[in-house]
């Protein structure tokens, strides 16, 4: 069967138009992490909030959710009627389920919690979780442990877990899609926690100390304050701005910003080398 070419087209630009409107509505569903408005109903496995347009949105209540009230962790039914709530939602196969319900002032302190570095006790420690009490008045907070949690303790970094219940740590958090927050690092100072976070980085400012092209490696004097020796892949890139360089061209006391990431063995190497130019007098 004959297809004209001109019908072909018009055919084939509105497949891609119903394929854009597709995955563009997906990709808007997928971001709405965020629901807001006033409780207007609760139901054991639901929730559903008022809009400010006037419209409803609901979502699933898995055993899961942690519900927030002034605060403190509570149970989804401590909230009374027309409530403002903000719900942080995921999409799993059961449909759109709610990870952290909480009123504002609750909310504004997750969101803090996220992003901040935090100063507190320690009331418990467990293979995959850290309890603290954080702010004044001191307030129960738990964090998940990773593989990737650092420790640190005496101006060094620890292998394990150092501290003991009333032990004063500063905490650096990482937001993760499930809604819960990790210890990025634990260390008892914020120097040292800083310092950690800065070693877990995928990339890291500092000034060149030294290069060793038979050793592969090369000396930082990070932004941080932290003097580290970091390796080299063998394909490492040298750049200032659009030029490619040498490594030869690396000299003592440039400002770099390095790129690491882990090779097929796992290691974690310098692949890129970014070198400020230098600036005129």
């Known amino acids: 069967m004959f297809v004209p070419a001109v019908l072909l087209v018009i055919q084939t630009s509105k497949l891609h138009k119903q394929r854009f409107r597709r995955q563009a509505a997906v990709r808007k569903t997928v971001r709405s992490t965020l629901i807001t408005g006033y409780l207007a109903q609760l139901e054991a496995k639901s929730i559903t909030l008022q809009l400010s347009n006037g419209s409803q949105a609901s979502c699933l209540l898995p055993d899961s959710v942690r519900c927030w009230k002034n605060r403190q962790a509570v149970q989804a039914d401590s909230f009374a009627p027309h409530t403002l709530l903000y719900i942080h939602v995921r999409h799993t196969k059961n449909g759109v389920e709610a990870t952290d319900v909480a009123d504002a002032a609750s909310w504004q302190w997750l969101v803090f919690l996220r992003k901040a570095i935090q100063h507190g006790t320690l009331q418990k420690a467990q293979n995959r979780s850290l309890t603290l009490l954080l702010g ?4 129960p907070f738990t964090y998940t442990l990773g593989p990737s949690t650092l420790w640190g303790s005496k101006s060094a970094q620890a292998v394990s877990n150092p501290f003991l219940p009333g032990a004063e740590v500063w905490v650096i958090p990482r937001a993760l899609a499930s809604g819960k927050i990790e210890a990025r690092a634990v260390a008892d100072t914020k120097q040292l926690a800083l ?9 890291v400012h500092g000034v060149v100390k030294a290069l060793d092209e038979s050793a592969h490696t090369i000396t930082l004097l990070t932004a941080a304050g932290d003097v580290r020796i970091l390796a080299l892949s063998k394909e490492v890139e040298v750049r200032q701005g659009r030029r490619v360089l040498s490594l030869a061209a690396i000299r003592a006391g440039a400002h770099v910003l390095v790129r690491i990431h882990r090779n097929t063995l796992l290691q974690r190497v310098v692949w890129r080398i970014s070198v400020a130019a230098a600036r005129r007098r």
Do not use: M, N, Q, V
């Open 136 to 139: 004044t008045p001191p307030l």
């Open 195 to 203: 310092l950690l976070k800065e070693r877990s980085a995928p990339i």
